[in-house]
């Protein structure tokens, strides 16, 4: 990789939080900066250098990253998440806690519901500095805790180096597994040595699901078809309870999970719905600002940086850090609920 030798210059389109907190004084005290793992300033900014229309652009290496390169990430995180470095993350995974009734119980908006938590294993880099026998460690490490599962999340483990292309493609399609060569994660150097290391475990309902070794080791994955968030909250809480006892997951008072994109600190959860929203959607301004309102993103149907496709969009809470699971949960549904009496009112 080349070294940098001056500040980057961001186009005019570029509205990354890097190329807004990159300034000069922040390069010249970073720029000659690495971890113990080697990960340096060039490797955790690539991202965002290489795809200008990157939301955050900076990546870790390591758990270390964020102390090394704190002068970049710090007002990154408070951008994103509204959070300082004098907070405390808090942590509340408990189903009993959530008030959250299926929004739509007639199943006209809601298509579907999944709710995701990254996680990393403490004793080893994260993705974008992990050598490639470390990520055959996770995998392995990661297969024998999911042997473990009992009952209805007990499932199999399908690797990705072998799976068939029209197989993989349709478990693609079917928004189960992430999609190969995305080029965010490539110019973080986590596509490298693809697709070794990499796979998917499900159960064979295909409500329970983990990815290892995408953009964090670990995704899991608890979703089905409509409205009902508790349900979804609930398998996952207790699975990710059952693994949390079989794997030792990185983590600090101050930043909660640590995960390889800024964004998904803290609780690392992203909680979405799949939902029809035809009238709404033909009015952006005002579908984005009740969004913003109730702090939702609003992303296409197959996920970050794709396009929606008719008037279907995937709601999700946009905080994960410096709130708990349970607050970002009660912020989808109580967004999700505005939006559909919204579009009721056209
Ligand atoms: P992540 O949520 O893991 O950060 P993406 O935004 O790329 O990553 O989404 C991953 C996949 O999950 C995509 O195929 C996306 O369409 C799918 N997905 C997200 N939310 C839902 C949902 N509520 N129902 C069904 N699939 C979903
Ligand atoms: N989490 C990550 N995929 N994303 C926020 C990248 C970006 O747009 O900067």
């Given amino acids: ?19 807004k907190h990159l300034t000069k004084a922040v390069f010249a005290e970073l720029r000659g900066k690495q971890t113990r793992n080697g990960f340096d300033l060039q490797q955790a900014i690539n991202s965002g250098l290489k795809n200008p229309d990157s939301s955050i652009g900076v990546y870790a290496g390591d758990k270390a990253s964020y102390n090394t390169f704190a002068a970049l990430f710090d007002p990154i995180i408070e951008s994103y998440h509204g959070f300082i470095k004098t907070d405390k993350h808090q942590s509340n995974f408990e189903p009993n806690d ?27 880099p994260l993705g974008p500095a992990i050598s490639a026998r470390q990520r055959k460690i996770v995998e392995r490490l990661v297969i024998v805790a999911l042997s473990k599962l009992q009952g209805k999340l007990a499932g199999t483990y399908y690797p990705l180096q072998g799976m068939i292309g029209a197989v993989r493609l349709k478990l693609v399609e079917d928004h189960f597994l992430f999609k190969a060569g995305d080029r965010f994660l490539e110019a973080a150097g986590l596509n490298r040595d693809w697709p070794e290391g990499r796979g998917l475990f499900h159960n064979d309902e ?121 607050e970002c949960v009660q912020a989808l549904h109580a967004g999700v609920l505005a939006l559909i009496n919204r579009e009721k009112l056209f």
Avoid at 8 to 18: A, E, M, Q
Avoid at 252 to 263: A, K, V
């Fill in 1 to 19: 990789m080349n070294k940098l030798n001056e500040l980057p210059i961001f186009t005019d389109g570029s509205d990354s939080l890097l190329s």
């Fill in 98 to 124: 959530l008030d959250a009734l299926n929004p739509d119980p007639d199943n006209n908006y809601i298509i579907s519901t999944r709710i995701r938590v990254a996680r990393n294993l403490s004793a080893l």
């Fill in 206 to 326: 295909k409500t329970f699901l983990v990815w290892i070794n995408e953009e964090d080791q670990l995704r899991m994955i608890s979703m089905q078809m409509g409205g009902d968030i508790k349900a979804v909250f609930s398998r996952l809480s207790i699975a990710v309870a059952e693994l949390e006892t079989a794997l030792m997951f990185s983590k600090s008072d101050h930043l909660g999970y640590i995960t390889s994109c800024p964004s998904n600190l803290g609780t690392a959860m992203r909680a979405s719905v799949h939902i029809k929203l035809p009238r709404l959607s033909k009015n952006m301004p005002e579908f984005e600002k009740i969004a913003k309102q109730y702090q939702l993103q609003i992303r296409g149907i197959h996920g970050e940086h794709s396009e929606s496709q008719g008037s279907t969009y995937d709601i999700s809470n946009r905080r994960r850090l410096g709130v708990t699971e349970v």
